[in-house]
């Protein structure tokens, strides 16, 4: 007996009646057409139709090429290209293989791509989510050692749960519901933090000036050096030698007495640790205990990236490759956090940084740096001004997190 094709989540039918159960079904049976392109790239790529690489594949829909590339109408019936209709599923079937993408607008693309055209009894936009979900399975069927790929036959008996064709649209009209606020809420991101950009250019170059209580001017800003205002400035080395560090620390890849804080962990949308140490390791790194807040700078690799340390219920330490800094007390804190992270301050910060071999940053590279900067009670107004966009840009950010986590549940509950 066959097993029963029933997600945890369904839709009603219109008289409030069960959906049929559905039906695994291979693609050539969903799909009315496969296009599989020319091999051959364009002799022309200065064109109006759209030239697309698996670099342009960037969410649900694909309305045209990132790199502008084009071919033109004469280029196409010359060498006989095939052109994607809309609403073609654009898969690959090589590079980051299961990628896919709705078309929007007619567009051409090399070998590494396979067109499906939906037949009337199949939702395209349902095809999206069940494909995307079925990514993995799809990759596993593929050949090859150093790069994989799906042949067209492969494809067209590749298996798909699916529902009846009303199923489909509302479970579609769903989840588009849903993209579409997470579309916005991004956009709103974007744009939050564009505007915070503009602002910041003007505030630094004084072309927005903050007035006192009275209305008054505030008196103007000094130039000062970075050194002079750094009250402490310290890393990892400060707790001992390398042969002491190695004898006396050790890295775990899973969760352990103490967290060590890396730059590349903080750059996620969620700050989510993959390097610890033990008890005995977090004692002998006390110099560098972190407890939440501190102002950290990246001084190797992607140099010039400044945090703050997040508040989390577990014993922090810093890691290699960054300088915890702390300023003394003529300056708010906040308000040279802003300078920091500041693109004109890192420009200045690269600057020092010799252009060829190792890139790294040194503490004097970093003291060396000028600055311009206001009076104590002007930084404060600043800094409570941009704390003001901050929280709300990650406001933005937390709604976009517990929507895409809303989305992932549904898809769990409402696919086989």
């Not at 420009?347 to 590279?365: E, M, P, Q, W, Y």
Request: aromatic share 10%; hydrophobic share 35%.
């Amino acid at each position: 007996m066959s097993e029963l094709l029933r997600p945890i989540l369904r839709f009603k039918q219109e008289d409030g009646s069960d959906f049929p159960d559905w039906e695994n079904n291979k693609l050539k049976n969903l799909f009315e057409q496969f296009i599989v392109p020319m091999r051959d790239k364009p002799k022309d790529l200065s064109g109006p139709i759209p030239w697309c690489r698996i670099e342009d594949f960037n969410g649900r829909y694909l309305n045209g090429s990132i790199s502008g590339q084009g071919v033109s109408e004469l280029t196409v019936m010359e060498m006989n290209l095939k052109v994607y209709p809309i609403n073609t599923l654009l898969v690959s079937c090589s590079a980051n293989l299961g990628i896919c993408s709705i078309v929007k607008t007619k567009l051409i693309t090399n070998q590494t791509f396979i067109g499906l055209v939906s037949n009337q009894n199949n939702d395209v936009e349902f095809l999206y989510y069940v494909m995307t979900l079925n990514a993995i399975r799809l990759n596993n069927k593929a050949s090859g050692t150093t790069i994989k790929y799906l042949s067209r036959k492969e494809f067209e008996n590749f298996n798909l749960p699916v529902p009846s064709i009303n199923e489909q649209n509302k479970i579609a009209s769903f989840l588009s519901s849903v993209d579409k606020k997470i579309e916005l809420l991004t956009k709103k991101h974007e744009l939050l933090e564009k505007f915070k950009k503009g602002l910041m250019q003007k505030i630094f170059s004084q072309e927005i000036r903050f007035k006192q209580d009275d209305g008054s001017y505030f008196p103007d800003w000094e130039k000062t050096a970075m050194g002079e205002i750094i009250n402490k400035l310290t890393d990892y080395t400060a707790n001992g030698s390398f042969a002491s560090l190695r004898e006396n620390v050790t890295y775990y890849s899973q969760t352990n007495y103490a967290v060590l804080v890396r730059t590349t962990d903080l750059r996620k949308a969620k700050f989510q640790p993959e390097r610890f140490t033990d008890e005995r390791g977090y004692d002998f790194l006390k110099k560098t205990s972190l407890f939440g807040g501190e102002i950290i700078l990246s001084n190797v690799g992607s140099i010039g990236e400044v945090f703050r340390v997040p508040l989390i219920d577990k014993p922090m330490t810093l890691a290699p490759n960054t300088y915890l800094i702390n300023f003394n007390d003529d300056n708010n804190e906040e308000f040279i956090y802003q300078i920091l992270k500041s693109q004109n301050f890192k420009n200045k910060l690269l600057s020092t940084v010799a252009s060829s071999g190792f890139r790294a940053i040194n503490k004097s590279n970093l003291r060396s740096v000028k600055i311009k900067k206001p009076f104590k009670k002007e930084q404060q107004k600043i800094a409570s001004f941009l704390s003001s966009i901050d929280k709300k840009i990650d406001l933005a950010k937390q709604q976009i997190e517990k929507t895409q986590t809303f989305k992932k549940g549904l898809l769990q509950q409402m696919f086989v």
